[in-house]
């Protein structure tokens, strides 16, 4: 870069990029710290190319991708990720969303819609909801829903309340608690039950990148030795909290789901259980539908 200030953005854009290279970074990461710091979309950065960026623009771009390629996941340093089209809030309490959570989501709304045509009042429950991703989507995807979203950690549990505030859905209710024990106290039922909860093994630690491993809490990524270890509670637990016809829908550890399947059809002999492949061929959801 010019060791003068006067730095056009795309020389900052161009050296951004070879600097998190360097550092074994995806360089990508340096258009969305670029655009997070000027305020503006990828076309208005192209059509502002060629123009200088002010100091304190430039000293503010030149330490996040330094903390980028220290490793701090590029969502920690803009506050923020795009889920289902919308921006959700997040923090080191919470897991950033994934894409693949938003074939969870778009697979239980397409069977919502095949089995519950009839059915006007739905009640739906998100166990372990971080952020809000999913329980926001669901609710403003489908209006009609009343949505329950529960997490073990209030500080957790605070970050989707904002962003259920700061996206228009103010319905959902929220409750403190561990996994399905909300529900159990109060011996209360839903027709639609989804979760994305902690599921890679302990063991896979150390093959992970640091950005994943030393920024993300680790209370929302590992489940035990194989893993499974939340999936099997909710399975002893779903029996008494699912409706007559109901549905399940987990995200799940690509390999993990045959495993995640036995559970849900020991938990449900009757129920029909279905293994959906992600856009990357990962068999990455499980659905049962219960009753039908």
């Excluded at 980028?68 to 919308?86: C, L, N, S, T």
């Excluded at 159990?184 to 890679?200: A, V």
């Excluded at 630690?205 to 920024?215: A, I, L």
Aim: glycine fraction near 6%; charge should be negative.
């Amino acid at each position: 870069m010019c060791k003068n200030n006067q730095v056009r953005v795309f020389e900052a854009l161009k050296w951004a990029s070879s600097y998190l290279y360097q550092h074994n970074r995806e360089e990508y990461a340096a258009e969305l710290l670029l655009r997070h710091v000027l305020q503006i979309s990828r076309s208005e950065m192209l059509m502002k190319f060629r123009e200088e960026m002010n100091g304190e623009n430039l000293s503010k771009f030149k330490h996040y991708v330094s903390l980028h390629a220290d490793g701090q996941p590029v969502q920690y340093i803009i506050g923020y990720e795009e889920f289902y089209g919308r921006k959700f809030k997040v923090t080191k309490e919470v897991l950033i969303p994934r894409p693949e959570t938003e074939e969870l989501v778009e697979g239980a709304i397409k069977r919502i819609n095949k089995l519950f045509k009839e059915k006007k009042e739905l009640k739906l429950a998100d166990i372990g909801t971080g952020s809000g991703a999913i329980a926001i989507t669901m609710q403003l995807e489908v209006p009609a829903l009343q949505v329950t979203a529960t997490d073990l950690y209030p500080s957790s549990l605070q970050m989707a309340k904002e962003n259920a505030e700061e996206l228009g859905a103010e319905s959902i209710r929220f409750a403190v608690g561990d996994l399905l024990a909300p529900f159990l106290e109060k011996k209360q039922t839903y027709d639609i039950i989804l979760s994305n909860p902690p599921y890679i093994p302990i063991s896979d630690e150390k093959e992970m990148s640091d950005v994943v491993t030393k920024h993300e809490p680790h209370r929302a990524l590992f489940a035990g030795e194989d893993g499974l270890t939340i999936y099997r509670r909710l399975c002893k637990e779903l029996p008494f909290v699912l409706k007559k016809q109901g549905l399940v829908g987990f995200e799940v550890g690509a390999g993990q789901s045959k495993a995640v399947s036995a559970l849900l059809q020991s938990a449900f002999p009757e129920g029909k259980i279905e293994v959906v492949f992600d856009i990357n061929g990962k068999d990455r959801m499980v659905f049962a539908e219960v009753g039908f």
